[in-house]
């Protein structure tokens, strides 16, 4: 997407959105805790963070350009928005609330405006960190992981009302899983320099 034009990649954007609050998908994702919690979130996030990656495109003398300037003075350092990002995020994956997202839908509504956002910001906030604060951030996204995963594999009842038991066990071992995997994503190239190529004879 960086050879196309900035109001195309809105357009695709705001397509992906539109499947994605279509009631069809809407209600096949939300049926399902995993799919609720490590599909839908991620997509929602995901439109989010495609409009902050265009927007960060755009030219500096257009209309566009000029407010992302004055909504960044607000992010010295990409601090606020990450925290704001990760709040929001941590939020939705609280049984709660992902209750409430299935069984009402102003809830939803709001999931549906609030995680694009997080990933907004996340889009806006990231290349303004310095490498440390990259470093600390990936640490809690895999320590909220495994927090998550184990406390619903660890818990004795359904914590979820609109989910079965097997389906919180199912989520809590994904979790668990995925924690593992982002942190063997994100450390392997500082410890092993990245992925070895082999050449052919």
């Known amino acids: 997407m960086q050879h196309v034009e ?3 990649c809105l357009l695709w954007i705001a397509s992906g959105w539109l499947v994605l609050a279509a009631p069809a998908t809407r209600s096949w994702m939300e049926s399902s805790m995993a799919l609720h919690m490590l599909v839908q979130l991620p997509l929602l996030a ?8 265009a927007w960060l495109r755009s030219a500096p003398d257009m209309a566009a350009g000029r407010v ?3 909504a960044q003075l607000l992010n010295a350092g990409g601090i606020s928005g990450l925290i704001a990002a990760s709040f929001v995020m941590v939020l939705w994956m609280l049984p709660r609330l992902l209750d409430l997202a299935r069984l009402d839908t102003t809830v939803d509504a709001i999931k ?9 910001a996340v889009a806006l906030s990231w290349p303004r960190l310095p490498v440390i604060a990259r470093a600390v951030v990936h640490l809690e996204v895999i320590a909220t992981l495994l927090r998550f995963g184990w406390g619903y594999l660890a818990a ?10 097997d389906d919180q066990q199912r989520t809590g071992m994904l979790l668990l899983w995925l924690g593992a995997v982002y942190a063997v994503a994100v450390s392997w190239r500082p410890m092993f320099g990245g992925v070895p190529r082999f050449r052919s004879a």
């Open 6 to 8: 900035p109001w195309r």
């Open 46 to 53: 995901l439109t989010g963070y495609a409009v902050g990656r």
């Open 68 to 70: 992302l300037k004055h």
């Open 112 to 120: 549906f405006l609030s995680v694009p956002a997080a990933g907004l």
């Open 156 to 165: 004795d009842e359904r914590l979820c009302l609109a989910y079965l038991a």
